[in-house]
DNA sequence: ATTTCAAATTTGGCATACCAATTTAGAAAA
DNA sequence: TTTTCTAAATTGGTATGCCAAATTTGAAAT
């Protein structure tokens, strides 16, 4: 496995806070203590600390203690997901990030521009690793929506794709559609929602973005018709695009 | 400002990143240099890498290096809700919940359409009560994203209406916006829009939910305008709805 | 010239020790 | 008894040093 150890102190730090029935602004055991109790130094417990830090879950004052500052309820980043399909998955985009591209058409830079033009140059050079030009392609796709500079809207974005990587299914798919001859088409669609960004055409950002992930649907469909695992029930209706 | 010492290497580590140009996959200078560089241990350039590590932005492995995992670009700051100003978040509101409706025209039911026509009645009804009513608005919102038949879009959509009633500047503002006298036109743009999706007009849903937050938006800045706190610097760029 | 493999070097992992801010305890003053 | 103030204890902050894994080097074997 060789995780990093202050990783699983950090969990097992998050497991006896649970235990202990910790409410929000409840003061945590020190960094000694937990040092004692799981038998390591006391840096490492405080690297623990720091993650769960950066992750929001707790405060920590120099010579007063540390604090649990949110709920570990609110830690876990939606449970079911994984659970969703890869259709229901891509619908949500096609809803969600068209608009976001229609209103990203308004508001992006020139340099928002010429991120997303060096972005798209790497996706047709990595296509020899699927690992990054799945990288690239969540990049791309972010970049549209930091381009609306709001930060809900990037948000929403992100969390889309958090899912989507987490989502075991889709993973086993996109391999073989980044293998597929489908990629060819894909970087075209990416170039055309690009062109129609620089042209800040809202209704031209949407429409492109909305069949770039048509396509996409379609190419998954016709893999798991031929070829593949059981992906029944996960077909909904198709909106046509006004 | 006794911010912890490590954010701020991490920042200035950061920059570095930047400054050196670095590119996904290539290798970072060692603690060591960051620690001489900075002129601090090698303790808090460690603690500093694992702060960028849990933000995923690079990757340690023992007795090689650190790599850089993802693009600075593609670092998002965890939203931190409660700093999202009104307009901002109605104006996500507004590119997403307009998507949302015209996606729900397609797939909504005679039995949605039902619970949603109960729902505004109730909204007429209750205007006695503040309360109550933004319950019902919530309601009537959150019964239109469930008409698309998508979790991820539900889920999208209660996201924004939990950060919405986390987020204490609008509370504040939501009570004076339903005393005011524009609750009439809340309840007949609620009415629109629910006829648009009887008539499963896709642009007809999508207009009518851009209209009415758009009359949010103009009765919250008239509102804000003559009376209010400071709401400065909320303003962002009018998309024309095509 | 090429390959192999072990020793030296490099690099991150972890622990100990001491520093500084904060809190707490208790004695002195009121 | 209550308040105030100071010193001791507590707690996180930072630095140093040694350990272990990975990499690099270079000499020996082929």
Redesign the pocket.
Known sequence: M?E???R?IGQKIRLEIEKSALKVGD???????Y?ELF?????????A??MLEIEDLIE???????YLKNTLASQVSLPEISDVGPFEMLQARQVLESAIAAQAAISITKADIQQLQETLELEGAELNSVEKANSADREFHLLIAKATQNTLLVDTATRLWEMRDSNPMWNQLHARIKDSSYHGQWIDDHKDILMQLKKRSESGARQAMWQHLENVKQTLFSLSDTDAPDFDGYIFAQPNQG
Chains 1, 2 share one sequence.
């Open positions: 060789a990093r150890l202050y699983e003061k945590l055991p020190t960094e000694r203590v040092a038998g390591v130094s006391r840096t490492l417990v405080r690297e600390f720091i920590v004052r120099k010579g007063s203690g540390s």
